[in-house]
């Protein structure tokens, strides 16, 4: 498994910014798939973003489309989730995961939480007034 450390949660007004940090020490990033995903209170854990492995493909839930962008820092080793126009509905804890590109899309490992073995602790994200 890989151990993952999620950073860059904190408390926002609506429309306000996040940027979600994961790192993976002693891991290269580059060879999984990374996915964000989020649970809110009382709801089931949901797939945000998702980025694969090589050439970066990406993909998004509709929730977010147009309002967040995941990004890779490969000479860092680091993967980002950028949070912009942020609405209440957008709180949750925050979770960075990695696996090895197992299915055929990103997409498809994107919407199956058990498609990812390797967990962060999470991170909060507030969006309030």
């Known amino acids: 498994q890989v151990q993952l450390v999620e950073s860059g949660g904190g408390l926002v007004q609506p429309g306000g910014s996040l940027r979600l940090s994961c790192a993976a020490p002693g891991f290269t990033l580059d060879y999984y798939v990374i996915g964000w995903f989020r649970q809110a209170p009382g709801k089931e854990r949901e797939g945000v973003s998702c980025?694969?492995?090589?050439?970066?493909?990406?993909y998004y839930a509709d929730s977010v489309k147009g309002r967040f962008t995941i990004s890779r820092d490969n000479a860092k080793n680091m993967v980002y989730l950028q949070m912009n126009s942020l609405k209440p509905e957008d709180t949750a804890v925050y979770y960075c995961?990695?696996?090895?590109?197992?299915?055929?899309?990103?997409?498809?490992?994107?919407?199956?939480?058990?498609?990812?073995?390797?967990w962060g602790q999470g991170t909060q994200g507030t969006v309030s007034s």
């Open positions: 995961a990695a696996e090895p590109p197992l299915l055929a899309t990103v997409q498809a490992m994107c919407v199956r939480t058990a498609a990812f073995g390797s």
């Open positions: 980025i694969s492995s090589g050439v970066g493909s990406t």
